[in-house]
């Protein structure tokens, strides 16, 4: 399903690069969406990682396969997986995407230069979601593998 929603080319983007840095995948937050013949339509995967010294989920990948796009899969297993962070006590989310998507669910632009990639990202498309007060005080520098 993956392939199908993003091509052979998914391995080469710069979120690519926080998951083989140590980003831990948590399949307790993480999403699937399923038809009625259990066929996967899509998925949003969660990691935990560490923004310098802070720490914060990453959202990624999320996808949709292209048959049932634009019927609301995305934004529902976006938004499921973002609760399921905040349930669990997360400060905050960060993710590359676009704004016009995430924002319904709260996301903003990261402010320049607060919180950096392993590689090239547009920054109008690094965004993040503050989870509970305070959420985002520590949030600053490369992302990457959680703190120990």
Not at 14 to 19: A, F, G, K, L
Not at 21 to 32: D, K, P
């Amino acid at each position: 399903m993956l392939d199908r929603a993003f091509g052979p080319g998914r391995f080469a983007k710069t979120s690519e690069r926080v998951r083989e840095r140590g980003a831990v995948l948590e399949l307790s937050l993480s999403r699937v969406a399923l038809d009625e013949a259990d066929k996967v339509l899509g998925c949003c995967r969660i990691w935990r990682a560490g923004v310098g010294e802070g720490r914060a989920f990453f959202l990624g990948p999320l996808a949709v396969d292209p048959a049932s796009q634009h019927h609301g899969v995305g934004l529902s297993l976006a938004r499921d997986a973002t609760t399921a962070c905040r349930v669990v006590g997360g400060g905050c989310v960060v993710l590359v995407g676009a704004l016009a998507f995430f924002k319904p669910l709260g996301f903003s632009p990261v402010p320049r230069g607060r919180v950096t990639m392993p590689g090239p990202v547009d920054p109008a498309r690094l965004l993040w979601l503050e989870l509970a007060p305070g959420g985002l005080d520590k949030v600053q520098g490369q992302i990457g593998a959680p703190p120990a």
